[in-house]
C-alpha cells in the first residue's frame, strides 16, 4: 500500500486506451467486463477484439489461455481496478506461468464504475502493479502522465521475458458507452475465425 494517489495525475481514458491500441499489428485484446469493454470497441471494433460479458474477474486469466494457446501472438487483456482486484489470485497463476506474449493494462480510475462509482480499493491506496511485481511479473508500473503512456506504446510490442503488467491511471468519468455486440456466439466465432479457426 502506497496510500492516496488522489492528488496525482491522471489520464483520459478513452484517449489512453486509443493510443495503446492505435499501433496494434497482429495483437489479440481480451476486455474487461464494462467500462474497458466500451473503451476498446470506441477505439474500433476489430475481428482479434474478444468482448467479456458478464466474466468479471475473468480477463487476465482468459488472456492466460489465450497466450498459452497462441504462443506466436501477442496477447493484451485491457481490465479496469474493479475487475483485477477481484482476480489479484490470476496474478500469482500467471507470474508463476511466464507467458513471454502476455501483457495486461488495468484502466484504473479507483472507483467501481459499473455500480455506482463508489471508492474502489485503488483509491485507498493497493497497488496492482506492486502486486504484480511480488508475483514474478517481468514488468510492472504505474503510467500517470501523457509521457509516461507514450512510452509504454512504444514499449508494448517489444520482446518481454515474462509476463507485464501497467496499471494506467485515468479520471474518475464514465464517457457515453461504446456496445459492441453481445452475442457471445457471434464474438468467439467472430474471434476463432480471425484465428483461421472454422466454427465448430
Not at 482468459?62 to 497466450?67: F, K, N, P, S, Y
Amino acid at each position: 500500500m502506497t496510500g492516496n494517489m488522489s492528488d496525482r495525475p491522471r489520464l483520459q481514458r478513452r484517449q489512453a486506451v486509443a493510443a495503446i491500441l492505435r499501433d496494434r499489428g497482429d495483437t489479440l485484446v481480451v476486455t474487461g467486463l464494462g467500462s474497458p469493454t466500451y473503451d476498446v470497441h470506441a477505439a474500433g471494433d476489430h475481428d482479434g477484439n474478444y468482448y467479456l460479458w458478464g466474466a468479471m474477474g475473468g480477463a487476465a486469466l482468459v488472456g492466460l489461455g489465450l497466450a498459452q494457446a497462441q504462443p506466436g501472438r501477442p496477447v493484451l487483456v485491457i481490465t479496469g481496478d474493479g475487475e483485477q482486484l477481484m482476480a489479484m489470485g490470476g496474478l500469482a497463476t500467471i507470474g508463476v506461468a511466464k507467458p513471454r506474449n502476455l501483457a495486461i493494462v488495468v484502466i484504473d480510475n479507483q472507483h467501481f464504475g459499473e455500480t455506482g462509482m463508489q471508492a474502489s480499493h485503488t483509491g485507498h491506496g493497493i497497488d496492482l502493479a506492486a502486486v504484480a511485481a511480488c508475483c514474478g511479473f517481468a514488468q510492472a508500473r504505474t503510467i500517470r502522465t501523457p509521457a509516461e503512456l507514450e512510452e509504454l506504446c512504444a514499449g508494448l510490442r517489444a520482446p518481454a521475458d515474462g509476463p507485464r503488467l501497467f496499471v494506467v491511471k485515468v479520471e474518475a468519468a464514465n464517457p457515453p458507452r461504446s456496445l459492441p455486440s453481445r452475442d457471445a456466439v457471434h464474438i468467439k466465432n467472430r474471434f476463432r475465425a480471425g484465428l483461421g479457426l472454422l466454427p465448430s
